[in-house]
């Protein structure tokens, strides 16, 4: 039986799996689940199918595709700006379709070993107007958009593909997590102006930033939650398997019964200071990426960030306003799944090769107005 009745998104971390299973006819309906905290990605594979039979049972309906979430120390954003000029008729989303196609085209050609996995235009110039959708019924004489394209590598693409693949199934749609995240938390949140979502992770931090509603930039730094594990490791002199034990309890105020002479305030310390690091060069990466001079909003979200709690906001000495977002296990999945069902309208949707007789473009491209 094929799950016409379900969605099922995937979210493949570094160090954990986190999934997903959605009624789309009552989206009151889901299941939810996530693997143990690993480092060793030898018995992935076993990981995801022990969750995939879970959701069998739950939903009585055979899994046989699902929408993937993932991220990399490699991912990269790039802007484009790309115009064309036309002869005053009406506007056809073929006219866009183009400028897409072409633009996607350079994208592929100067970076061969990625994968393009979002493509969003942030504005169309129509007749030296600026518009944040593309308008209906407009003549039009010149036309440029702006362009961002958010790419992975093809050889993380394709890992994941062989994996999913050994338990016959296959990926319809992949989406960065943390660009799926911040669309989510921006909108449940109603945030305005400039703000800058932080997505630590075990192996990296990625910032996406935004304006209003237009994403200004992605960045990812090579430097995660695993590095505050070797700091404790190194400073403490232990190994990084207790030291990821003390880093996850710090925020309880628990100490091991073999390090009751480790003070809370030398774990502080430790702590902060990279913590304080990884804030400092994400926001030096905001500013040399933004045009923003004025107060801008970061919010900090990702695994790396639950060592924090509210008793520690005056303990960083940091002068942007700063928001910590508690994740959970189902805030992480129905991103991903609402960014899967086309919510974002700025957001060209690559479209599956299925056997589905349609034109050259409408097959790559679906615009949403």
Do not use: W
Not at 100 to 109: D, T
Not at 201 to 229: A, E, H
Not at 257 to 283: G, N, P
């Amino acid at each position: 039986m094929n799950n016409n009745n379900f969605q099922t998104i995937f979210d493949c971390g570094f160090s954990k799996v986190r999934a997903g299973v959605f009624n789309k006819n009552d989206l009151k309906e889901a299941f939810y689940a996530e693997s143990k905290f690993f480092t060793d990605h030898a018995n992935l594979d076993l990981e995801i199918q022990k969750i995939i039979a879970s959701f069998e049972k739950d939903t009585k309906e055979y899994i046989d595709n699902i929408n993937l979430m993932i991220d990399s120390p490699k991912m990269f954003s790039i802007g484009i700006s790309i115009s064309r000029k036309l002869d005053g008729s009406k506007l056809r989303k073929t006219n866009v379709q183009f400028l897409i196609q072409e633009a996607k085209q350079q994208i592929l050609k100067h970076y061969p070993n990625d994968s393009i996995v979002h493509i969003i235009i942030n504005n169309y110039r129509i007749n030296n107007i600026d518009y944040s959708y593309l308008p209906d019924e407009i003549n039009c004489h010149f036309i440029s958009l702006d362009i961002l394209f958010i790419c992975l590598p093809i050889d993380l693409v394709v890992y994941f593909k062989n994996i999913f693949s050994k338990s016959n199934i296959l990926i319809n749609q992949i989406v960065c997590s943390s660009y799926a995240k911040s669309i989510n938390y921006k909108e449940n949140l109603n945030l305005t102006g400039y703000t800058s979502f932080i997505d630590i992770g075990f192996n990296k931090t990625s910032i996406i930033s935004y304006f209003n509603d237009k994403v200004s930039f992605l960045d990812v730094l090579p430097i995660g939650g695993n590095n505050i594990t070797k700091d404790v490791s190194q400073v403490l002199e232990i190994d990084l398997e207790r030291a990821e034990q003390i880093k996850i309890n710090f925020d309880k105020n628990h100490k091991p019964e073999k390090y009751e002479d480790i003070s809370t305030e030398t774990l502080q310390k430790i702590i902060l200071a990279r913590i304080e690091e990884i804030l400092e060069l994400s926001v030096q990466s905001t500013q040399l990426n933004s045009l923003s001079v004025g107060k801008f909003k970061l919010v900090l979200m990702g695994e790396g960030s639950k060592i924090l709690e509210n008793q520690y906001n005056d303990e960083i000495s940091f002068s942007p306003d700063i928001d910590f977002l508690d994740e959970t296990l189902e805030d992480i999945c129905q991103s991903g799944f609402k960014l899967g069902t086309g919510l974002n309208k700025q957001e060209v949707v690559v479209i599956p090769k299925k056997q589905i007789k349609q034109g050259f473009f409408e097959k790559l491209f679906h615009l949403f107005k």
